[in-house]
Nanobody, 123 residues
Framework: QVQLVESGGGSVQAGGSLTLSCAAS????????MGWFRQAHENAREGVAA????????FVVDSVKGRFTISHDSAKNTLYLQMNNLKPEDTAMYYC????????????????WGQGTQVTVSS
């Protein structure tokens, strides 16, 4: 089992920045992929970014490309999402997820999930 705890959410004005963190604990030795997802109101959950841990290869969706950066610190077992130039449409609950399978891109069926952290961007 892997436990994931997100932090760093909050309220910012458009154009501002936030950095989300996701601390992983438990049986993390088999983790191959970690990712960030978001869900706004009653919308479907969408993938934002993912990273393949062994190579640190990152995947970012087009809507946040150039503004969001995903990274992973293996020593701290922590996943990050640096979010710059935030827009009101980025408002959502952001979830961290991890998976032992090596396929990271365009997937939503991650095995382990955190509880989420709220990001609110005002215009």
């Amino acid at each position: 089992q892997v436990q994931l705890v997100e932090s760093g959410g909050g309220s910012v004005q458009a154009g501002g920045s936030l950095t989300l963190s996701c601390a992983a604990s438990g049986d993390t030795s088999d983790t191959m992929c970690m990712g960030w997802f978001r869900q706004a109101h009653e919308n479907a959950r969408e993938g934002v970014a993912a990273i393949y841990i062994p190579s640190q290869r990152a995947f970012v969706v087009d809507s946040v490309k150039g503004r969001f950066t995903i990274s992973h610190d293996s020593a701290k077992n922590t996943l990050y999402l640096q979010m710059n130039n935030l827009k009101p449409e980025d408002t959502a609950m952001y979830y961290c997820a991890s998976d032992p399978r090596p396929s990271c891109q365009s997937r939503s069926d991650f095995t382990y999930w955190g509880q989420g952290t709220q990001v609110t961007v005002s215009s």
